[in-house]
């Protein structure tokens, strides 16, 4: 059994920063990969980030390339997502989610591959 604890959310304007990290307790060992996922109002969950814990790749929505960077620190069994240039069609309910075995990484992009998630964090970007 594995827990994922998200933290970082909040409201912050339209140009600015804010740093998400999951933290993964439990039996995390033999994680393949972490995304991030995230889901606003109205409309389905969508992929945002993903990066494999061994080689550190890292896969990306287009939306948010350049903007995001996913990052991991295998000590800590934590996962990062650095959000710059906040847009307001960033907010959402921001959810990571833990890979355990391999898988083709383009699979990565599917909620399906993953077993675990946590329970997200809110992020509001005004303009």
């Known amino acids: 059994q594995v827990q994922l604890a998200e933290s970082g959310g909040g409201l912050v304007q339209a140009g600015g920063s804010l740093r998400l990290s999951c933290a993964a307790s439990?039996?995390?060992?033999?994680?393949?990969?972490m995304g991030w996922f995230r889901q606003a109002p109205g409309k389905e969950r969508e992929f945002v980030a993903a990066?494999?814990?061994?080689?550190?790749?890292?896969f990306y929505v287009d939306s948010v390339k350049g903007r995001f960077t996913i990052s991991r620190d295998s000590a800590k069994n934590t996962v990062y997502l650095q959000m710059n240039s906040l847009k307001p069609d960033d907010t959402g309910a921001y959810y990571c989610?833990?890979?355990?075995?391999?898988?083709?990484?383009?699979?990565?992009?599917?909620?399906?591959?993953?077993?675990?998630w946590g329970q997200g964090t809110q992020v509001t970007v005004s303009s």
């Open positions: 990066i494999t814990w061994s080689l550190g790749r890292t």
């Open positions: 439990g039996r995390t060992f033999s994680t393949y990969a």
């Open positions: 989610a833990r890979r355990s075995g391999a898988v083709a990484n383009f699979l990565l992009r599917q909620e399906a591959a993953y077993e675990s």
